[in-house]
C-alpha cells in the first residue's frame, strides 16, 4: 500500500493509475449497515399488519438508500436482527390456526430483507434481543436492555461481503431432521465407513456440493438455533479435520435462522418455533432445529478467531486478547469481521461499561466492519496463525471434539482478510 501511494506521487499518469488500482481494491471491500429505530412497547405494533410498521418501511428505506450507493456486488449478506420470540411466538391466545399464537411484535422479516438486497444475493440471518453493528466507522452493541421486558429497541446489522477472484464462499443449510435420511444415504452409496470421521468427511461434501477437495477451508461461520446440534457439530468437525484444524470457527446460538437457500418465510418459521416449545410430541416435518452458515475458502485468505473467556472482564484484559489477533499479522485489506457474544456479557458483565468489546476491537482494527449478536450460546476455537511466517507450521493434529467449541459466557470474534494479493 506504501508503494501504491508512493508511485501516485510521481506524475499525474502515476497519480490515475494509483486512483484506478485503489478503486479495483474497493471492489472487494466489504461492507457493513447498521439501522435502529425509536424503542417501543410490544403494544405498539398490534395496530399494524404483521412486518408492516411504519419501522419496518423505515428500514427498508433505509436498505434501499444504502444500496443504491455501495460499489460493491455481494456474493452474501449477514443479517442480525434484534427481536425477542418470547414476546412474538408464544401460547398467550390459543385458536384454531397457528396464526393465533403469533403476537405482533418487532422482528425483521426474512422476505422484506430479501427483496431489498442487490440482484443474485445470498443471505443468512438469525434474531436475539441484542446485536452488533459498524456504521459510519463506530461500532454499536444494542443489548436492549429494558426494566420492561415488554420494551425493544428495533434494529437491523448487516455485512455484505464480495467473492474475490481465488476465494469461494459457500452457504449452507442444516436442518436437524434431514441428517438421519442423509447418514441412510451415504452408508448405502459407501459400503464400508472406517469411523465417524470418513462418515462427516461424507455429509460435507453433500451439504456443500461445490466444495472441491484442492479447496482450502479457512473459515466457517454458523448461525443456529441450538447449540448441540448433532448436524452442525459433524460439519464443524469434518471441516477441521479436512484443514488439519488450521481453520476459524465462530458461531452463535439464536432463534429464528434462516437461509435464502430454503424457501420458507419468517411465519413458516414463527410456526415451527411454536409447535416446537408447545407440542408435547415432535413431529418430524418439523425443521426448526437447524443451522444456516457459510464456508470460506481460498489459498490466501487470512482468518483468524479469538476466544475471549469469562474471567475477561475489563478492557485491559479485551485489548490483552485482542493483541494476539493484531501481533497474528492478519491484513486489514478486503476484511470483515464478527462477534458472537454471550447474552449475558455486555454492559452487566463490564459493571455498566457499555459496547466495550466492540468499541475496542474497532479502535484496534478501524478499517474492519464489525458485526454479530449477543446470543444463548456461542460455537468457536482460538485459532490465531502467525501470518508473518513464510511458511505455514506443522503440527500433529487432534481431532477436534465438541467440548472445544461449544462455550457459554464467552465472546468469540473471527476476523477474516481477502488480502491485497
Not at 12 to 27: D, F, G, H, N, P
Not at 275 to 285: C, G
Not at 295 to 318: C, D, F, H, M, T
Amino acid at each position: 500500500m506504501r508503494d501504491l501511494e508512493n508511485c501516485g506521487k510521481v506524475s499525474q499518469l502515476w497519480k490515475e493509475v494509483k486512483s484506478i488500482c485503489m478503486k479495483e481494491r474497493r471492489r472487494y471491500d466489504s461492507v457493513s449497515f447498521y439501522w435502529s429505530g425509536k424503542c417501543a412497547d410490544v403494544s405498539y405494533y398490534s395496530k399494524y399488519e404483521l412486518f408492516q410498521s411504519p419501522h419496518h418501511r423505515q428500514l427498508y428505506e433505509a436498505m434501499e438508500k444504502f444500496n443504491s450507493e455501495i460499489l460493491i456486488k455481494p456474493k452474501i449478506a449477514i443479517i442480525f436482527g434484534s427481536g425477542d420470540t418470547d414476546l412474538s411466538v408464544r401460547d398467550s391466545s390459543p385458536g384454531l390456526e397457528p396464526e393465533d399464537h403469533m403476537e405482533k411484535s418487532w422482528l425483521v422479516d426474512k422476505g422484506g430483507v430479501l427483496s431489498k438486497l442487490p440482484k443474485d444475493c445470498l443471505a443468512i440471518g438469525t434474531t436475539s434481543r441484542g446485536i452488533v453493528g459498524t456504521f459510519g466507522g463506530i461500532s454499536i452493541e444494542q443489548e436492549n436492555l429494558f426494566d420492561e421486558n415488554n420494551m425493544l429497541c428495533p434494529a437491523m446489522s448487516m455485512l455484505l461481503i464480495p467473492e474475490k477472484p481465488g476465494v469461494k464462499i459457500l452457504p449452507f443449510h442444516l436442518a436437524e431432521n434431514q441428517l438421519e435420511p442423509l447418514i441412510e444415504e451415504i452408508k448405502k452409496e459407501s459400503f464400508y465407513l472406517e469411523n465417524e470421521s470418513v462418515l462427516q468427511a461424507k455429509l460435507l461434501e453433500k451439504v456443500i456440493p461445490d466444495l472441491k477437495p484442492e479447496d482450502k477451508i479457512r473459515a466457517v461461520i454458523l448461525l443456529s438455533n441450538g447449540l448441540d446440534l448433532p448436524f452442525s457439530m459433524h460439519l464443524i468437525q469434518g471441516a477441521a479435520a479436512r484443514s488439519k484444524n488450521k481453520l476459524a470457527i465462530g458461531g452463535a446460538v439464536g432463534d429464528l435462522c434462516w437461509s435464502s437457500l430454503k424457501d420458507s418465510s419468517m411465519l413458516a418459521l414463527m410456526r415451527e418455533l411454536f409447535y416446537f416449545n408447545y407440542q408435547s410430541v415432535p413431529v418430524a416435518e418439523n425443521s426448526y432445529m437447524s443451522t444456516s452458515g457459510f464456508v470460506i475458502a481460498g489459498e490466501n485468505v487470512q482468518a483468524a478467531s479469538v476466544l475471549l473467556p469469562r474471567k475477561v472482564r475489563s478492557e485491559k484484559k479485551i485489548i490483552a486478547e485482542l493483541e494476539k489477533l493484531k501481533n497474528s499479522g492478519i491484513s486489514e485489506e478486503n476484511s470483515f469481521a464478527f462477534m458472537f457474544a454471550c447474552c449475558g456479557r455486555g454492559e452487566d458483565h463490564y459493571k455498566g461499561k457499555s459496547g466495550l468489546e466492540a468499541a475496542t476491537f474497532n479502535k484496534m482494527f478501524p478499517k474492519t466492519p464489525l458485526v454479530g449478536v449477543f446470543g444463548n450460546g456461542e460455537i468457536g476455537i482460538s485459532h490465531i496463525p502467525d501470518f508473518n511466517a513464510s511458511t505455514e507450521t506443522t503440527e500433529k493434529v487432534h481431532a477436534l471434539k465438541s467440548g472445544q467449541f461449544l462455550h457459554s459466557f464467552t465472546t468469540i470474534f473471527v476476523m477474516v482478510s481477502f488480502g491485497s494479493w
